[in-house]
C-alpha cells in the first residue's frame, strides 16, 4: 500500500468515527410510577412524560452507550423500577 492509500484509508476511518461521535440515539424509558417534573435536571434534561398507566416515560437524545448506561445507574441508585428501554427513530 502506498502513501496516497494509507492516508486515504486514515481520513475515511476518522470521518466514519467523527460521524458516530456526533450523533445521538433517541430513546424512551419507562419506569413504574409518577416521577414529579423536577427529576428531569437529574436526568439530564430527558422529557418527562405522565403515563395515564401510572408509569412515567423519560425521553430524549442519548448521546452514546456510556450516557445510556449512566441514566439506567441513575434509575437503579434512585431504587426506580425500570420497566423498559427502547430506541427510538428520531424526530419520533
Known sequence: MDRQQTLSTVQNTDTASNHYLDSSQ???IRIRG????R???WFEGM???LDDSGDTLLTG?????AALYGLLR???DAG???Y??????PGE
Request: charged share 20%.
Open 80 to 82: 426506580m423500577s425500570l
Open 26 to 28: 433517541p430513546y424512551a
Open 84 to 89: 423498559s428501554v427502547n430506541p427510538m427513530a
Open 61 to 65: 437524545p442519548v448521546v452514546d452507550q
Open 47 to 49: 422529557t418527562i412524560t
Open 39 to 41: 427529576w428531569s435536571d
Open 74 to 76: 441513575k434509575v437503579r
Open 34 to 37: 409518577h416521577l414529579d417534573k
